[in-house]
């Protein structure tokens, strides 16, 4: 009769094959998976755009898109965009610097906040119909109940304006 040999479990081998691995490593073989390392990158300007350009330009400018490695940034007035534009090469050598690796950014190009590419109209809505009676001026009874109404109102301005429009409309 021969000894019989212990069975091996199919978990001991897949535990033995299994090494343990940095939570980190993990994510980042993930993301390099589904492809999307450039994209997170390129999302880190957006987010920590202040910390990169610091907090006297952030105040003025915000990133608004990449399309390749070009960073589309607005400006809030023309003498800004003036004085980045003499700094457009520091700038992004900054945002490289601080994303690390694989430049993210090769040029920025300045527009003013104000000059932004026009976007399509939205499909227009449809217009909520007139109200069904014509809105006019409150009578003397409905005053005193609007002015009773707003005496609950701590601030004078607020209730003054209060008063006033529902006065004008008579409600």
Not at 30 to 48: C, N, T, Y
Not at 117 to 140: C, D, G, I, M, N
Request: with cysteine.
């Amino acid at each position: 009769m021969t000894p019989e040999r212990p069975r091996k479990r199919r978990w001991d081998r897949y535990r033995r094959r299994r090494q343990t691995v940095a939570a980190g490593d993990l994510v980042a073989a993930v993301l390099a998976r589904h492809g999307i390392i450039r994209d997170l990158r390129e999302h880190r300007v957006f987010v920590e755009w202040a910390t990169i350009v610091g907090p006297r330009i952030a105040r003025r400018t915000w990133p608004e898109r990449m399309e390749g490695k070009t960073l589309w940034v607005a400006v809030e007035s023309s003498p800004w965009l003036a004085e980045l534009s003499f700094l457009t090469g520091d700038l992004a050598a900054r945002v490289n610097r601080h994303i690390g690796g694989e430049p993210v950014c090769s040029e920025i190009k300045l527009a003013l906040a104000g000059h932004r590419q026009k976007v399509p109209e939205p499909v227009a809505r449809k217009r909520r119909p007139p109200s069904p009676r014509p809105l006019s001026a409150a009578t003397e009874s409905q005053l005193v109940a609007i002015t009773d109404e707003a005496a609950a109102i701590e601030d004078p301005e607020l209730r003054d304006i209060i008063i006033a429009a529902r006065g004008r409309i008579g409600l």
